[in-house]
């Protein structure tokens, strides 16, 4: 039994949700809600299990996993975001033909990937969460299938995932073929015989181009804005969140452990896509007119500064991504909880931003909510999303990559302009239709918490926060 203790929360989450999903095949619509609840426990438990976890096993089953302090960190932001995106659909599913039960499995099916995805010492391992988690994305993306905008984000999603995919499982197998081994500490001993050969360079490239694409970053995005505009909004506030952070870790351990030797070939990659991620994200924003849309370009532009942070390919650069993706999960959480508010008359959802005009007016606590998010996405002082920024800036400054930093800044500049003019919406314009009332009080505390966590209160942990995400990072090196 000791063997299999660190990996409790993974066993809490995998038996339940195969409990869950015989269950679901059993329940009326009225006992969806009860799964969805039991799901989110199952979510909190593993999530209390981490704390009596072993932080420093070392390698498990013959080096396809490892539990560190680093897989922990993400888990412990992971397992409350896929919770949160559980909550997020109640009552939503009500008012559809949908059966809502299947969704919170999906869910907790998923939550089992992305653990595995940041607890990888291993090609296979690596694989094998990344897909179990895409899988059940396709699902969640296309879950109302009444709905042609759902079916479309379904469809595009798994096309171009299974490129993707097929992309990744070629940079594998190239790395496998010429390292012979799978494991992260064998690929790394290869790479640092000497200079890498070409078809190393190769497997390197084309497993960076894999998790950028599940990161959407750039040139790997093309699917984000369709997908987060057509699926269902609870499906895209869990993509814009756990699944990010699950991704953007993946990179950070492979990048460090497995190419760490190799880093300046792959620091070329991330500082361009870092870049590209950050002024797309920031430009593309500019003409949108639906929030779902205007959010997945901000997801795109957030990603960007996150790998600045790994562009330093320090402890200090890795730290700055731990703490800079826990500050986007709740930022981003709490901004589509709101958007989740945003019904007509008839319960109907609303996605345009025109319908935003005179909020303040409206329901003023729904515009201040609002307003805290947008300003911290923005990375505007004195908001708490202003601090992950700075820390990433910090990094690349100290490894000597002042230009990089000083051209996210402009980046952060740019991208300022679409959140602020959601902002002037909300404040400055003439009042629109009302939305109509929504009662969701678990939804409300949780929107609560999350404006008041990147208020300026937030500062509060910096401390905290920021040691525990040191220790997680100088697990790597």
């Known amino acids: 039994m000791a063997r299999f203790a660190p990996i409790l929360p993974e066993?809490?989450?995998?038996?339940?949700?195969?409990?869950?999903?015989?269950?679901?095949?059993?329940?009326?619509?009225?006992?969806?809600?009860?799964?969805?609840?039991?799901?989110?426990?199952?979510?909190?438990?593993?999530?209390?299990?981490?704390?009596?976890?072993?932080?420093?096993?070392?390698?498990l089953f013959d080096g396809l996993v490892v539990a560190d302090l680093f897989a922990s960190f993400g888990k412990a932001v992971i397992f409350p975001a896929a919770a949160v995106a559980v909550i997020a659909a109640h009552g939503w599913f009500e008012r559809g033909t949908e059966h809502a039960a299947e969704y919170?499995?999906?869910?907790?099916?998923?939550?089992?990937?992305?653990?595995?995805?940041?607890?990888?010492?291993?090609?296979?391992?690596?694989y094998v969460g990344l897909e179990l988690n895409s899988l059940a994305g396709y699902v969640l993306a296309s879950y109302r299938r009444h709905d042609e905008r759902s079916a479309e984000a379904g469809l595009k999603y798994f096309v171009l995932g299974a490129l993707a995919s097929g992309i990744l499982l070629y940079g594998?197998?190239?790395?496998?073929?010429?390292?012979?081994?799978?494991?992260?500490?064998?690929?790394?001993?290869?790479?640092?015989?000497?200079?890498?050969?070409?078809?190393?360079?190769?497997?390197?490239?084309?497993?960076?181009?894999?998790?950028?694409?599940?990161?959407?970053?750039?040139?790997?995005?093309?699917?984000?804005?369709?997908?987060?505009?057509?699926?269902?909004?609870?499906?895209?506030?869990?993509?814009?969140?756990?699944?990010?952070?699950?991704?953007?870790?993946?990179?950070?351990?492979?990048?460090?452990?497995?190419?760490?030797?190799?880093?300046?070939?792959?620091?070329?990659?991330?500082?361009?896509?870092?870049?590209?991620?950050?002024?797309?994200?920031?430009?593309a924003a500019y003409g949108q007119t639906n929030i779902k849309r205007l959010l997945a370009y901000s997801s795109i532009n957030n990603v960007g500064f996150a790998l600045i942070g790994l562009a330093a390919g320090t402890a200090q650069g890795a730290s700055s991504v731990l703490f800079y993706m826990t500050v986007y999960v709740v930022m981003t959480a709490g901004a589509f909880l709101c958007v989740l508010w945003m019904r007509d008359g008839d319960g109907e959802p609303i996605?345009?931003?025109?319908?935003?005009?005179?909020?303040?007016?409206?329901?003023?606590?729904?515009?201040?909510?609002m307003f805290i998010f947008m300003f911290s996405l923005?990375?505007?002082?004195?908001?708490?999303?202003?601090?992950?920024?700075?820390?990433?800036f910090d990094a690349a400054v100290a490894s000597g990559y002042v230009a990089l930093a000083v051209a996210g800044i402009l980046g952060a500049v740019i991208g300022a302009y679409y959140y602020l003019k959601i902002v002037k919406v909300m404040?400055?314009?003439?009042?629109?239709?009302?939305?109509?009332?929504?009662?969701?009080?678990?939804?409300?505390?949780?929107?609560?918490?999350?404006?008041?966590?990147?208020?300026?209160?937030?500062?509060?942990?910096?401390?905290?926060?920021?040691?525990?995400?040191?220790?997680?990072?100088?697990?790597?090196?």
Request: contains cysteine.
């Open 11 to 59: 066993i809490i989450l995998a038996i339940g949700g195969l409990v869950l999903m015989i269950a679901s095949a059993f329940v009326t619509r009225r006992g969806a809600g009860l799964i969805s609840w039991l799901a989110v426990a199952l979510l909190i438990a593993a999530t209390v299990a981490l704390i009596g976890a072993p932080s420093h096993a070392g390698p």
């Open 104 to 126: 919170a499995v999906l869910i907790l099916f998923a939550a089992v990937g992305m653990s595995v995805m940041v607890s990888s010492t291993s090609l296979i391992s690596l």
């Open 172 to 283: 594998i197998s190239l790395l496998y073929g010429f390292t012979g081994t799978t494991s992260f500490t064998g690929v790394a001993a290869a790479f640092g015989r000497g200079a890498p050969t070409l078809g190393l360079l190769f497997g390197l490239v084309f497993l960076l181009a894999g998790i950028a694409f599940k990161i959407s970053a750039v040139p790997f995005h093309m699917w984000t804005p369709d997908v987060y505009e057509g699926a269902p909004t609870p499906v895209t506030t869990f993509f814009a969140t756990a699944p990010k952070v699950a991704s953007v870790l993946l990179g950070v351990r492979v990048c460090i452990e497995a190419l760490g030797p190799a880093t300046d070939a792959w620091r070329q990659i991330v500082i361009f896509a870092a870049l590209a991620s950050i002024f797309l994200g920031a430009i």
């Open 351 to 369: 996605e345009t931003i025109a319908s935003m005009s005179g909020l303040s007016q409206r329901q003023p606590g729904f515009a201040f909510a």
């Open 378 to 392: 923005a990375g505007v002082p004195p908001m708490f999303g202003f601090w992950p920024k700075l820390l990433v």
């Open 427 to 477: 404040y400055l314009d003439a009042p629109a239709e009302p939305y109509s009332r929504v009662r969701e009080p678990v939804q409300g505390a949780l929107v609560l918490f999350a404006a008041v966590a990147v208020s300026p209160l937030g500062y509060l942990l910096i401390g905290p926060l920021g040691s525990l995400a040191d220790r997680a990072a100088e697990t790597l090196f």
